[in-house]
Structure formats: C-alpha cells, structure tokens
C-alpha cells in the first residue's frame, strides 16, 4: 500500500470508531412551527394596531374637534332707529299735509285746514305712550310721545294687521322724552296698537287703541 492508502485506512477506521446518534428532526421540526407561530402572531398585532389608529383618531376628532350643531340664535333686537333732533319750534313735514314741531311743552301736530294738536310732555306718566292721529278714511297720520329715562330703538305701529315702523324726533339735549310719528293706509277708527321697543328688543310701553267700527 503507498502512503496515502494507508492513511485514508487509518481515518476510515477513525470516523468508524466515532457514534453517531439519530437526528433531531422532529425537534428541528416542531421548533420551526413554534417560530412560525410566533411570527404570525407578531404580524397580526401589527395589522391591528393599523387598523385601530385611524379609528382612534376619527373618535378624538368627533368627540373634541367635530363643530358642534350651532345654537338656536336668540331673539334679535331691532336696529337702532334713525332719531332726528330738531330745534324747538321747527317743522317737521310728515306728509299728506301734516306737520310737527316740539317745544319745551311737548308736540304739535299740524293738521290741513284743522288747528295744531298738542300732546303735553308732562302728562305724560313716566314709562308711557300718549298719542293722536289724524286723518280720513284713506290713510291716518300716528304721533305720539314716549317718556323715559331710556332713549328706544324704535317704534312700531299695528294696525290693520300691519305693522309699519315709526320715525322717532327729539330735541337737543336730555329733554327726557321722544317724539314719533307713522302714516298708515287706514283709517283711524281702526284698531291700533303703538310699541316702544329698547336696544335689546324689550318693549319699554305699549298703547293700544280698540277700533269705532
């Protein structure tokens, strides 16, 4: 034998000698089945958590971020009239022939070929109306005083089933009263009713008139 045979006889012999026991496969096996499993289950909490952030997030923006249904808007207070101060003893024209001026004393209403009417400021009671009219059964001229501590924001007169808007003139200063006056196209046997209203939509007075038939 060369050399080299007699050494490849000698590992034989060797590797031979060596046991050899039987393979670890179904240890091999079920240790790949549980790192299966636990992978699936890794993957399956992170598909959840994706799926509940957006849910998460739709629930804050509802419960804090969503607009909420705006309330029902409160009653609102009418627009300041336009008052006009005028100096005492000037005339007012109202239309349909009619006239005013306010003095110290009060109102005077001017009527065609009639004499002027006064409404006296201080019979007036305070927190009330007083009022004439004048006209025929085409149309009606409304004027009246208002007298109060507080200045209205307008003044409203009912009649007919109308209601039409009164323009409010005083004279310069704190005179402690207001002037007003409305044309309506009715006559002033009807029913009516005239009310004082404040900045914040308050009626401060009313005065109603029953109509004559």
């Given at each position: 034998?060369?050399?080299?045979?007699?050494?490849?006889?000698?590992l034989h012999?060797?590797?031979a000698a060596?046991p050899?026991?039987?393979?670890?496969?179904?240890?091999?096996?079920?240790?790949?089945r549980?790192?299966?499993?636990?992978?699936?289950?890794?993957r399956?909490?992170?598909v959840?958590?994706?799926?509940?952030?957006?849910?998460?997030?739709a629930?804050?923006s509802?419960?804090?971020?969503?607009p909420s249904?705006?309330?029902?808007?409160?009653a609102?207070?009418?627009?300041?009239?336009a008052?006009?101060?005028?100096?005492?003893?000037?005339?007012?024209?109202?239309?349909?022939?009619?006239?005013m001026?306010?003095?110290a004393?009060?109102?005077?209403l001017?009527m065609?070929?009639?004499t002027?009417?006064?409404?006296?400021a201080?019979?007036?009671?305070g927190?009330?109306i007083?009022?004439t009219t004048?006209?025929?059964?085409?149309?009606?001229v409304?004027?009246?005083?208002?007298r109060g501590?507080e200045?209205?924001a307008g003044?409203?007169?009912?009649?007919?089933?109308r209601?039409v808007g009164?323009?409010?003139?005083?004279?310069?200063g704190?005179?402690?009263?207001?002037?007003?006056h409305?044309?309506?196209?009715?006559a002033?046997?009807?029913?009516?009713t005239?009310?004082v209203l404040?900045?914040?939509g308050?009626?401060l007075?009313?005065?109603?008139k029953?109509g004559?038939?």
């Amino acid at each position: 034998m060369t050399p080299d045979e007699t050494l490849a006889a000698a590992l034989h012999e060797a590797a031979a000698a060596v046991p050899v026991g039987t393979a670890p496969t179904a240890a091999v096996m079920l240790r790949g089945r549980t790192i299966r499993r636990r992978r699936r289950a890794m993957r399956s909490a992170v598909v959840a958590a994706a799926v509940l952030v957006p849910v998460a997030g739709a629930a804050f923006s509802a419960t804090f971020d969503s607009p909420s249904t705006p309330p029902a808007p409160a009653a609102s207070a009418p627009a300041p009239a336009a008052v006009r101060v005028v100096d005492p003893g000037e005339k007012v024209p109202l239309g349909h022939g009619h006239t005013m001026r306010l003095t110290a004393r009060g109102l005077y209403l001017g009527m065609p070929k009639a004499t002027e009417q006064l409404v006296k400021a201080a019979e007036v009671p305070g927190g009330k109306i007083s009022a004439t009219t004048s006209g025929d059964g085409g149309g009606t001229v409304w004027a009246g005083i208002y007298r109060g501590p507080e200045r209205p924001a307008g003044v409203t007169l009912s009649v007919g089933g109308r209601t039409v808007g009164a323009r409010i003139v005083t004279l310069p200063g704190s005179p402690g009263w207001v002037a007003f006056h409305a044309y309506a196209t009715r006559a002033r046997t009807d029913g009516s009713t005239i009310t004082v209203l404040g900045a914040d939509g308050t009626v401060l007075a009313t005065l109603a008139k029953p109509g004559r038939g």
